[in-house]
């Protein structure tokens, strides 16, 4: 009998493979306080914030059953300042459960995709009671990751704290969450505080969160539907001025004084007067005292005359805060561009300006200075020069391949606004400026996508068996961004779509490229919906041809979205080879289909009314239901479940396990909950956003006995599957439940017959 493993190589054996399945969960790498990204933001001084600091620690100590902290203030009060040293505190006392750090076009920070995830793998790293849960979790459901935010949070978070003993683990642990605000989507940020919320189930262990955030109507209304008996409220502007400025007044002191030193300054410089002043001009604003340290400090030889030019160039301590912050914007950005210029060498300059200003802060995720020249078609050498003053404002790394970032995003409200920032030679016309960085992604695409660009010579290759690092070898980061962001960034143009123009040119030519690289990117669910939105522009304009292009590319896409999902090549071969005949998409590139296929398979005329079909029920689907809009579809099965799916791309958006069969399903008028005949689910993630238009719904399509009717001719005869109490109908759109457990979803065009 051969002997057992060493206790300590077992467990080391045991530790390693569960740090596996930890690799497997999308993880942002900026999302901790702590993120290498991070380690220059800066905590609070010594002697300021003491009176909140010392009420959010006792909170977080205590016993008091308001486990959610939340902090919210106005643009450039501190709030972030204050989470870093929360978060910092609770690290060091070994408390920390978890941070995330929302910031708005931060890439993986800027939205909720892997919020729960992130929150998981740190939970895991830092709780290690907590470990083998997780790690268990993601063994039992490998898919998890492409779930809802809130079977993620059930199944990664809830549950496995769960089952925690409370003998093996602190009592309480601290989750910070820092500027929930500038989280992409109000109905995500609604759903992220509904699932906090549901902290309050756990008994073993208690789970502690501080938030921070803009006091924005999605939050406001979030907190409104949690009891106040459950959330602390500290609204940080209103604390008194003279703290705030004490405050502000020790960070000028602290910072001015280290200037000074690396300057040789002499120790009385800048002297209580001058404190005093830059104080008045904060006007209780910790990101005006930030910048203007910041502009300072950048003007090396010119130190002194920097501090003169903001205390004579501010306007008097009675302006409104915003306009103090204006001013400093306005003075950082003149002195970017030298006055010994000519005029002609000016105006090229402050063009350069407005074009990569423009783009960084209007860039949906940032990008490195050489990518973005890349991008927008200029030197790398020309943005860092541009760039080059304007440090007190950008985030701008030694390393020039990390990404440039702003400092606060009060500096895209200012820039974007005209009102604000007043000097026409620094305004970005947000429009344009979207509608430049569109072409910028189609150009780039244009030249960059190919088939096969990862000279893979084999059809059959699965996205599964290639490695992450194989892929980013052929697609850098702004060929990635121009592939995810140019039909968003089109969105926000308001441009007008022509036939024939450069969308239409560039679908027509690289349609099937763009497609592939969404596939090696294991992003088709963002084609989807890209294509999606891009329909919609579409039908405003009128674009015949390019509109059925579009909806046909739609068609070909959903049809497909199984094999391109795995197999990218396939895009050339199997999506081509079984789409319908006179397929817009399939006669546009009937040239790809491979030779070495002699004979093809007889395929349909057009595409079918068949749209999509969704799988996930364990039994037969009972009753189904559409939101007002027609863009969640839910379904109520005999495996006690309600399952909300996106009627668009197919994707769960969430699964309601509930106590019995229910077999009636309706929306309520406003599409905030759902009906049932065991009565209202209120926790479904839901919003305002799913209410209709008087005129959305059409009844010309009806469901009787087997038949689809429209008025008073019986039009398609179902099978005996398709069972006629679980249908629902949505304009031309109808959707069946399944006693295979499977939602078809089917779309009509009877007035073409």
């Not at 560039?506 to 329909?535: C, K, N, V």
């Not at 289909?593 to 057009?606: A, H, M, S």
């Not at 189904?624 to 579809?633: H, L, N, R, T």
């Amino acid at each position: 009998m051969s002997e057992s493993p060493n206790p300590k190589r077992r467990r080391l054996i045991v530790e390693k493979g569960s740090e596996n399945e930890l690799d497997r969960l999308p993880f942002s790498a900026e999302a901790p306080f702590n993120s290498f990204q991070n380690q220059h933001e800066p905590t609070c001084l010594p002697n300021t914030r003491v009176n909140i600091l010392e009420e959010i620690f006792s909170w977080a100590d205590g016993q008091d059953k308001r486990f959610i902290f939340w902090l919210n203030g106005l643009a450039g009060t501190g709030k972030s300042t204050i989470a870093r040293t929360v978060a910092r505190r609770c690290f060091d006392s070994v408390c920390l459960g978890a941070s995330f750090f929302f910031s708005s076009g931060g890439g993986d920070v800027g939205h909720a995709g892997k919020f729960v995830t992130s929150i998981a793998v740190q939970l895991a790293r830092n709780v290690s009671a907590l470990h083998q849960h997780i790690c268990d979790a993601i063994a039992e459901r490998s898919d998890i990751a492409g779930q809802s935010l809130r079977d993620q949070w059930h199944h990664l978070v809830v549950r496995p704290l769960l089952k925690l003993d409370g003998k093996d683990s602190r009592s309480s642990y601290v989750l910070v969450i820092d500027a929930l605000d500038e989280c992409a989507k109000d109905s995500n940020i609604r759903i992220i505080l509904q699932l906090l919320a549901e902290i309050r189930s756990l008994t073993k262990v208690r789970l502690r969160i501080f938030l921070t955030s803009r006091p924005e109507i999605p939050i406001r209304f979030g907190f409104c539907q949690i009891p106040d008996t459950e959330h602390q409220d500290f609204i940080l502007h209103n604390i008194s001025p003279s703290i705030v400025d004490h405050d502000i007044a020790i960070f000028l002191e602290y910072n001015l004084t280290l200037i000074g030193q690396e300057r040789s300054l002499g120790a009385d410089w800048p002297g209580g007067d001058n404190i005093k002043r830059l104080v008045q001009n904060a006007s209780g604003l910790f990101i005006w005292a930030a910048t203007a340290c910041r502009f300072i400090q950048d003007g090396r030889r010119f130190t002194v005359k920097r501090l003169s030019t903001i205390l004579d160039g501010s306007s008097n301590a009675a302006t409104a805060p915003e306009k103090h912050l204006n001013e400093i914007y306005i003075t950082v950005l003149r002195y970017s561009i030298s006055p010994d210029y000519s005029d002609e060498e000016k105006e090229e300059l402050y063009g350069m300006l407005r074009h990569t200003l423009g783009s960084i802060v209007l860039l949906l995720s940032p990008l490195s200075s050489s990518s973005l020249g890349r991008l927008i078609h200029l030197q790398t050498e020309d943005i860092d020069q541009t760039l080059d003053d304007l440090h007190a404002i950008l985030d701008i790394p030694e390393d020039r391949r990390r990404p440039l970032r702003l400092h606060h995003p009060s500096f895209r409200d200012f820039l974007l606004d005209k009102n604000r920032c007043s000097n026409s030679n620094f305004w970005v016309n947000e429009k344009q400026a979207h509608g430049a960085l569109a072409t910028s992604c189609i150009q780039l695409m244009s030249t960059s996508l190919k088939q096969d660009i990862c000279v893979m010579e084999s059809p059959g290759v699965l996205v599964a068996n290639i490695s992450s690092n194989r892929v980013q070898q052929y697609f850098t980061p702004e060929i990635q961004y121009a592939c995810l962001y140019w039909v968003q960034h089109l969105q926000k143009s308001d441009a007008r779509l022509y036939d024939n123009d450069l969308v239409h040119q560039f679908l027509q030519i690289h349609l099937l490229h763009w497609l592939e690289a969404l596939s090696w990117m294991r992003r088709i669910s963002e084609g989807i919906y890209a294509i999606t939105s891009l329909e919609a522009v579409a039908l405003e304009h009128h674009c015949p041809r390019l509109s059925e292009f579009i909806q046909d590319a739609k068609r070909f896409v959903l049809f497909n979205q199984p094999v391109l999902e795995c197999a990218p090549l396939q895009v050339y071969y199997s999506a081509l080879i079984f789409a319908p005949a006179m397929s817009i998409v399939r006669r546009q590139f009937n040239d790809r289909i491979p030779r070495w296929i002699q004979r093809l398979p007889k395929v349909e005329n057009d595409w079918g009314a068949l749209l999509q079909t969704f799988e996930g029920h364990g039994g037969a689907v009972l009753a189904v239901a559409f939101s007002p809009d027609g863009k969640v579809v839910a379904s109520a099965s005999s495996d006690k479940t309600i399952k909300l799916w996106d009627a668009g791309s197919g994707a769960a958006l969430q699964t309601l396990p509930i106590d019995a069969v229910v077999q009636r399903l309706s929306f309520s008028n406003d599409g905030t909950s759902l009906r049932t005949e065991r009565g209202q689910l209120h926790h479904a993630i839901l919003s305002h956003d799913l209410a209709a238009s008087e005129s959305s719904r059409s009844w010309a399509i009806f469901v009787k006995q087997q038949w689809i009717s429209c008025g008073m001719d019986n039009m398609l005869w179902l099978p005996s599957e398709y069972r006629h109490c679980c249908v629902d109908i949505h304009s031309s759109v109808v959707a069946f439940g399944c006693r295979s457990g499977r939602v078809t979803v089917m779309a009509f065009d009877f007035e073409s017959y």
